[in-house]
């Protein structure tokens, strides 16, 4: 073999070893960041702090309170760990978990197809349904789906409700992480005409706000394509040993009632099981508006 065949040979042979030593870095560092996410003492979990009665405070100073909240507090006990919580607007939530500013997200979240390419759900803990938020007066002119072309739908950029109401013909009236009576508030006065959202927490906002003027729709019950599993803890769908031991610790609270008990604290029901209502539409979220 002549000195250039030979160099040839061993500098191939050379980067295929080199080669193989990047790979198993490559899977050994994913690995080790599964790994270090799990056996974290402190998790940091992304919420709102304003979406009653799921993440919110009772007053200004007050500790942050809720069914979401005290879920998660319950399920990291379990584990023997701390949390920390980060309030922040609904994308930014998902962008800090993303990014890896924060472990979990923990308000209200199913999956949309869209969500699934980036983000694992845990077991499911709560099922419900949606409604509409509407004046007393007139109903806000809303009375059948068609009627909800050109109307202001009120609520916070980057949420499957807003892409479903932009989808439906509405004016969009977005928010940044303000609480529930800002919303109410602006469609009593005729500022917005609707509010999406889930079913339990409407009809609870409405029952905190005396006076408010407003109903939820008749017969106008739906559910979307983020709805299809339910709601959970939202994590990188690469923290699979957190995933593992989160769910683990979730189906022990349904088993025991626990996670019962919370809901009913807070919901005034049992959202563990899946309700039984009429639904009148079940909707497809487009790709087109589906966002992150």
């Given at each position: 073999m002549?000195?250039?065949?030979?160099?040839?040979?061993?500098?191939l042979?050379?980067?295929?070893?080199?080669?193989?030593?990047l790979?198993?870095c490559?899977?050994?560092?994913?690995?080790?960041?599964?790994?270090?996410?799990?056996n974290?003492?402190?998790?940091i979990?992304?919420?709102?702090?304003?979406?009653?009665p799921?993440s919110?405070h009772?007053?200004?100073?007050?500790k942050?309170?809720?069914?979401?909240?005290?879920?998660?507090?319950?399920?990291?006990?379990?584990?023997?760990?701390?949390?920390q919580?980060?309030?922040?607007?609904?994308d930014?939530q998902?962008?800090?978990?993303?990014?890896g500013?924060?472990?979990l997200?923990?308000?209200?979240?199913?999956?949309s197809p869209?969500?699934k390419k980036q983000?694992a759900?845990?077991?499911?803990y709560k099922?419900s349904?949606?409604?509409?938020?509407?004046?007393?007066?007139?109903?806000?002119?809303?009375?059948?789906?068609?009627?909800?072309?050109?109307?202001k739908?009120?609520g916070e950029?980057?949420t499957?409700?807003?892409?479903?109401?932009?989808?439906l013909?509405?004016?969009l009236?977005n928010?940044?992480?303000?609480?529930?009576?800002v919303?109410?508030?602006?469609?009593?006065?005729?500022k917005?005409?609707?509010?999406?959202?889930?079913?339990y927490?409407?009809?609870?906002?409405?029952?905190?706000?005396?006076n408010n003027?407003?109903?939820?729709?008749k017969?106008?019950?739906?559910?979307t394509?983020?709805?299809?599993q339910?709601?959970?803890?939202l994590?990188?769908?690469?923290?699979?040993k957190?995933?593992?031991?989160i769910?683990r610790?979730?189906?022990?609270?349904?088993?025991?009632?626990?996670?019962k008990?919370?809901?009913?604290?807070?919901?005034?029901?049992d959202v563990?099981q899946?309700p039984?209502?009429?639904?009148?539409?079940?909707?497809t979220?487009?790709?087109?508006?589906?966002?992150q």
């Amino acid at each position: 073999m002549n000195k250039t065949k030979k160099w040839l040979v061993l500098g191939l042979g050379l980067s295929v070893i080199l080669s193989g030593a990047l790979v198993g870095c490559g899977t050994s560092s994913k690995t080790s960041t599964n790994t270090k996410v799990a056996n974290k003492k402190t998790l940091i979990v992304a919420t709102s702090g304003t979406l009653y009665p799921t993440s919110f405070h009772t007053s200004k100073n007050s500790k942050l309170t809720g069914f979401d909240v005290e879920v998660v507090r319950t399920v990291a006990k379990g584990l023997h760990k701390k949390v920390q919580f980060k309030e922040l607007s609904v994308d930014g939530q998902l962008t800090a978990v993303n990014s890896g500013k924060a472990d979990l997200a923990a308000n209200d979240f199913g999956l949309s197809p869209a969500r699934k390419k980036q983000y694992a759900l845990s077991t499911v803990y709560k099922h419900s349904f949606n409604s509409l938020v509407v004046r007393d007066k007139d109903d806000s002119g809303i009375h059948s789906w068609a009627d909800i072309k050109g109307k202001k739908a009120a609520g916070e950029a980057g949420t499957g409700y807003q892409r479903l109401a932009q989808q439906l013909g509405a004016k969009l009236v977005n928010y940044d992480n303000v609480s529930n009576d800002v919303y109410l508030k602006d469609v009593k006065n005729g500022k917005t005409d609707l509010i999406m959202n889930d079913y339990y927490l409407q009809k609870l906002a409405l029952k905190a706000v005396p006076n408010n003027g407003l109903h939820i729709a008749k017969n106008m019950y739906f559910t979307t394509s983020d709805d299809g599993q339910g709601v959970g803890i939202l994590m990188k769908k690469s923290n699979t040993k957190l995933k593992k031991e989160i769910d683990r610790e979730i189906q022990k609270l349904l088993k025991d009632g626990t996670i019962k008990k919370i809901s009913e604290k807070y919901y005034g029901a049992d959202v563990t099981q899946k309700p039984t209502v009429h639904i009148s539409k079940n909707f497809t979220i487009k790709s087109k508006y589906t966002g992150q």
